[in-house]
């Protein structure tokens, strides 16, 4: 029975392969510091050469040549080779400081293992504040500082606190049930239409729609998680793609219903508990003297998404500890194991299912009433594979990790669009955002090369041995 | 059919397509006893355990569990009324339940050839899944324990009191909070027995428990087995080529050739039967004689 290949749980979320050979590799170099200074900086120049000869044959053709319409219409070829030599040399010097002072002096100190992320203190202790506060504070600290920016920054803000939620709640499937879900954003769109049909064909308010959409989103979870229970890994993430792929045509195509790829629009937007943002009597400005201003509106929905974002990771937070979360993270470890122990896996996997269809489906309709306009064409596969990006990088199952990514991968691309010192470099027709994929890659590749579990590692046990208040050792006797 | 028997196997058969990994085979595992199932490699020793557990459908055959001494006599009734167990619930009938209803109301716990822990989980942590369906419902599955309901702290306190007792009896009690990946070899043998208990069993399968472990670890396990007949009135059925374990502690031994019984008794009865000999060591009929000389 052990060889059995049906019975092995086939693929895992764990890339420990990566993380010992870096390991092996850093313990298995010799000390630099053993070979004469001479012959060492002539080492570090040759690897510099390389280094910088790989650069120019990638970002030769992908930077210095570029297609564009010439005077009579047709394509032609234009050369630009200052960029391309800007971006050789700074591999060439970068990677020459690096080999003369970084990693030459990393590899001298053999007793560190793992120079990073073991030098690091757990960043848990301060980030969670500190993002917790910054999050709260941030409408109030823009609304003053830079008063004609805080629309834009609030919704980056919104966005990013978006991508927090579907990211906490897809780490539920993902991080903890080790269920790889490639079709995760099929959820949100459930929840996205619930609320926007039943909102614009009833009239029924968003706190009404709310746990409806939730609720809709949850039973198509289970609706997925049938099909599928049988499944692990290559196979489960190859369904659930399909799965999101065929919620996307279903809505593109039903026009009756969701009026295909028109979308729908004028989705009510939401009130504050029934008063509407609006400058007339019986708003919400009116009501509390205030004078109307467009923010009151922006300013409420970073805090709905904030609340139902916190009360997203409260909830994971206590699921985790109670016998379900440890259930699935059993599940994760070995199935057999947890059928072994009278664990129903099927219940346990559907509950996976439900539990993080819900949380989109939450987001989904949040999404549509800040919208206020939603297509199908929101609700693509770039947009799962974003969210499993933030999970993976941030670390399946870690809360903080999740939102550090979330904030990097997004904000970060906000913050790219901006940058007018790349344009000073590049030439001022460069599009940053153009690049946007690049820097997702390169973010990716750099994190799987430095943490291959994700930003944030550490396992946080759900139970310790110090929470058994022990009285005396004869009671516990006697529980056995 | 036995009455003092916790387990009775009845025409047991198991067909992988065209090859019969076991055949026929009746044997009874008695309360209260150890019973020990050996056999040379490929006899089909883990393939009866994974029919006992539910991990596969037998093709024919009856396994019937019993709670009771006097639950066997309901066997026909359940048998005729076509149903999982009788009305009483004292009688199970293990090859018609799924593998976790085995374990969660027949009671039968198992452990694997090739250790099965949590490996991410910490040691405390794989000995509180193992007790997920007293504390789900405990915990209102999930709804009551989100908002932190007394009951469910309650529960949660005596699993752990649980948790901590068989840490204790395995002397793991110092190594609760590691991850059960990072345990030594012996040390997670017996975590995934302790694990196993946890669940509660009546009858706990452990497969081949001593494999890897060295002569003062096997004895160590010897202790344990003993422990938990004697003093938790457990019925232990195990797999084990570890002859110096069988033959200390088994009561009772069953002895499988390609998926058949060649032998069924005592320790000493089996130890000298010609056919089990010759099984092991694959001797001609004439050399026979000879080597029950030597083996006794």
């Known amino acids: 029975m052990a060889d059995d290949p049906a019975l092995q749980p086939t693929a895992d979320f764990r890339p420990e392969g990566a993380e010992v050979q870096a390991e092996a590799r850093q313990a298995g170099l010799p000390p630099r510091s053993a070979k004469p200074v001479e012959s060492r900086s002539i080492a570090a120049l040759k690897d510099a050469a390389i280094a910088a000869f790989v650069a120019l044959a990638l970002s030769g053709p992908i930077v210095g040549l570029v297609m564009v319409p010439g005077p009579s219409k047709a394509l032609i070829v234009q050369q630009r080779w200052v960029p391309v030599a800007a971006i050789v040399a700074i591999v060439f010097i970068g990677r020459l400081l690096l080999n003369l002072f970084v990693w030459n002096r990393a590899r001298q100190a053999a007793t560190q293992p793992r120079p990073l992320a073991q030098r690091l203190p757990p960043i848990g202790a301060f980030a969670t504040p500190l993002l917790l506060v910054l999050a709260v504070g941030l409408p109030i600290l823009v609304i003053y500082a830079v008063p004609d920016q805080s629309r ?60 409806l959409a939730g609720l809709f989103a949850a039973a198509f979870g289970v609706m997925l998680g049938f099909p599928v229970l049988r499944l692990r890994g290559d196979y489960l993430a190859i369904v659930t793609l399909a799965f999101g792929e065929i919620i996307r045509l279903v809505l593109l195509n039903w026009t009756q219903l969701t009026k295909g790829p028109a979308g729908i629009n004028q989705i009510p937007r939401p009130s504050f508990f029934g008063l509407p943002f609006a400058a007339g009597p019986g708003g919400f400005s009116e009501t509390f003297g205030l004078a109307y201003s467009p923010n009151h509106r922006i300013v409420f929905l970073y805090y709905l998404i904030l609340a139902m974002a916190l009360i997203t990771s409260v909830v994971t ?37 439900a539990i993080g269809a819900m949380f989109a489906g939450f987001a989904g309709s949040f999404f549509a009433t800040r919208q206020g306009f939603i297509s199908p064409e929101s609700f693509n596969f770039m947009e799962s594979a974003t969210i499993l990006a933030i999970v993976v990088l941030g670390g399946a199952g870690s809360q903080l990790g999740v939102a550090i990514a979330a904030v990097v991968m997004i904000g970060g691309l906000e913050a790219l669009r901006n940058l007018s010192l790349l344009k000073s470099v590049f030439g001022e027709n460069f599009d940053p955002t153009q690049y946007r994929l690049l820097a997702f890659g390169l973010v990716m590749v750099a994190i799987m090369v430095w943490r291959p579990r994700g930003l944030v590692s550490r396992r946080r046990p759900s139970v310790l041995l110090k929470d058994l208040k022990r009285p005396a050792t004869d009671s516990a006797r006697q529980a056995g | 059919m036995e009455t003092d028997a916790i387990l009775n196997v009845e025409h047991l058969s198991m067909r992988f397509g065209g090859l019969t990994a076991v055949d026929d085979l009746s044997f009874a595992a008695r309360r209260g006893e150890i019973t020990a199932l050996i056999g040379p490699n490929g006899a089909g020793k883990t393939t009866v355990f994974n029919c006992i557990t539910g991990f596969y459908k037998p093709t024919a055959g009856c396994l019937a569990l019993g709670h009771t001494h006097d639950a066997f006599a309901s066997v026909q009734t359940t048998v005729a009324r076509n149903a999982r167990h009788a009305q009483g619930g004292d009688l199970f009938l293990l090859e018609r339940m799924p593998e976790y209803e085995i374990a969660r109301r027949a009671r039968v716990a198992r452990t694997f050839q090739n250790i099965r822990l949590f490996s991410g989980l910490t040691a405390l942590e794989n000995l509180m899944v193992a007790q997920h369906n007293r504390l789900i419902r405990a915990s ?39 991850p059960a990946g990072d345990l ?11 694990r196993a208990m946890c669940t509660d069993p009546l009858l706990l399968c452990l497969d081949e428990p001593a494999a890897g472990l060295n002569l003062r670890e096997s004895g160590e396990l010897n202790a344990l087995l003993r422990l938990l007949r004697d003093e938790h009135k457990i019925s232990l059925l195990l797999i084990e080529h570890h002859m110096g374990v069988v033959m200390e502690i088994s009561d009772h031994i069953v002895v499988l050739d ?7 008794g005592t320790p ?29």
């Open chain 1, 317 to 353: 937070i206590r699921i985790r500890n109670l016998p379900i979360g440890r259930a699935w993270e059993a599940l994760r470890y070995d199935e057999i194991a947890s059928r072994s122990l009278g664990i129903n896996t099927t219940n346990v996997k559907l509950a996976a299912f």
């Open chain 2, 140 to 178: 209102g599955y999930t709804v009551g324990g989100i908002f932190g309901l007394p009951p469910y702290r309650q529960r949660r306190q005596e699993a752990l009191e649980r948790a901590a007792f068989w840490l204790e009896q395995v002397d793991l009690i110092d190594r609760a909070d590691d």
């Open chain 2, 268 to 296: 000493v009865a089996v130890r000298n039967d010609q056919r089990v000999i010759a099984a092991y060591l694959g001797v001609e009929d004439e050399e026979m004689a000879a080597a029950s000389g030597v083996s006794s």
């Open chain 1, 152 to 211: 834009y920054i609030l919704g980056v803000g919104t966005l990013i606190l978006t991508y927090i939620m579907l990211g906490w709640g897809l780490n539920i499937v993902v991080g903890l049930a080790g269920l790889l879900d490639l079709g995760y954003v099929a959820f949100y769109a459930i929840g996205a239409y619930s609320y926007a049909l039943i909102s614009t064909e009833f009239g029924w308010s968003f706190w009404i729609c709310l746990p």
């Open chain 2, 258 to 264: 390609y998926g058949k019984k060649i032998a069924d």
């Open chain 2, 184 to 194: 030594p070899y012996g040390a997670q043998r017996r975590l995934e027995i302790a």
